[in-house]
């Protein structure tokens, strides 16, 4: 699993491979924190406009929803991501976008904004 994601990060060739393995890691592992430590290293050293970026977001909300907890920095990611996929959606899709707002939703984070 691990050597997957490493993979990917010097190969964009095997990004599908890499999104199977992540999204089935954050529906399934029983293991938060590692499935945080999976999505945080593709989230933050993928490069721009990968599509593994918007899916880390997403997997973080799937992560938040299944657990009811994210670390501050599998937080703070999510949310990073999605600011980026707002300004940029060239650059993180928006997928991103839905990781944060179950993140927000499953744990019952609202801003000010918020209804």
């Known amino acids: 699993m691990v050597e997957t994601l490493e993979r990917v990060l010097h190969d964009r060739s095997q990004e599908n491979e890499a999104a199977r393995v992540l999204v089935g890691t954050a529906l399934n592992d029983d293991d938060r924190e590692f499935v945080?430590?999976?999505?945080?290293?593709?989230?933050?050293?993928?490069?721009s406009g990968s599509p593994l970026l918007g899916l880390a977001g997403l997997?973080?909300?799937?992560?938040?929803?299944?657990?009811?907890h994210l670390s501050?920095?599998?937080?703070?990611?999510?949310?990073s991501l999605a600011?980026?996929?707002e300004a940029d959606p060239s650059d993180v899709d928006g997928r991103a976008l839905d990781g944060f707002d179950d993140?927000?939703?499953f744990l019952h984070l609202w801003d000010s904004e918020a209804p």
């Open 103 to 105: 993140a927000r939703s």
């Open 59 to 68: 997997c973080l909300g799937h992560t938040a929803r299944r657990f009811g």
């Open 36 to 47: 945080e430590r999976c999505c945080m290293q593709i989230g933050t050293r993928a490069v």
């Open 83 to 85: 600011a980026r996929a």
């Open 72 to 79: 501050d920095g599998a937080l703070a990611l999510v949310e």
